[in-house]
């Protein structure tokens, strides 16, 4: 492997112009969302740089997708990232669902075996 990708999947902060540059956005529009979006908030150094985590660049992928390739608008697509995390809590519900029968299971056969 290349060294820089080694550095690429080893950092924990991206800088806002590598964040731009990732995602063809000028820095200014970044900004103006991070006031816009409750969930996009990167962190910021002492000098006041932003700095942000995959878990932001996530986020933002999220809106650039609602707003830039869905066409929403800015409340348009707050309100769709509302609507998402509902949805993503009754599938973790069901997953936990799953493998708590699925433990059931296991432990019965383990029983049985004995």
Same mark, same amino acid.
């Given at each position: 492997?290349?060294?820089?990708?080694? =550095?690429?999947?080893?950092?924990?902060?991206?800088?806002?112009?590598?964040?731009s540059?990732?995602?063809?956005?000028?820095?200014?529009?970044?900004?103006?969302?991070?006031? =816009?979006? =409750?969930?996009?908030?990167?962190?910021?150094?002492?000098?006041?740089?932003?700095?942000?985590?995959?878990?932001? +660049?996530?986020?933002?992928?999220?809106?650039?997708?609602?707003?830039?390739?869905?066409?929403?608008?800015?409340?348009?697509?707050?309100?769709?990232?509302?609507?998402?995390?509902?949805?993503?809590?009754?599938?973790?519900?069901?997953?936990?669902?799953?493998?708590?029968?699925?433990?059931?299971?296991? +432990?019965?056969?383990?029983?049985?075996q004995?």
């Amino acid at each position: 492997m290349p060294v820089n990708e080694k =550095e690429e999947t080893e950092k924990l902060y991206y800088s806002i112009s590598e964040v731009s540059e990732l995602f063809d956005l000028n820095a200014s529009t970044i900004r103006f969302w991070e006031k =816009e979006f =409750e969930m996009l908030s990167p962190t910021k150094n002492k000098k006041g740089n932003r700095l942000f985590t995959k878990k932001d +660049i996530e986020n933002l992928a999220q809106i650039v997708e609602l707003v830039k390739q869905k066409g929403y608008t800015i409340q348009g697509a707050k309100e769709q990232l509302k609507n998402r995390p509902a949805s993503k809590k009754n599938s973790n519900e069901e997953v936990i669902a799953k493998l708590k029968e699925i433990k059931a299971k296991l +432990i019965e056969l383990g029983k049985s075996q004995e």
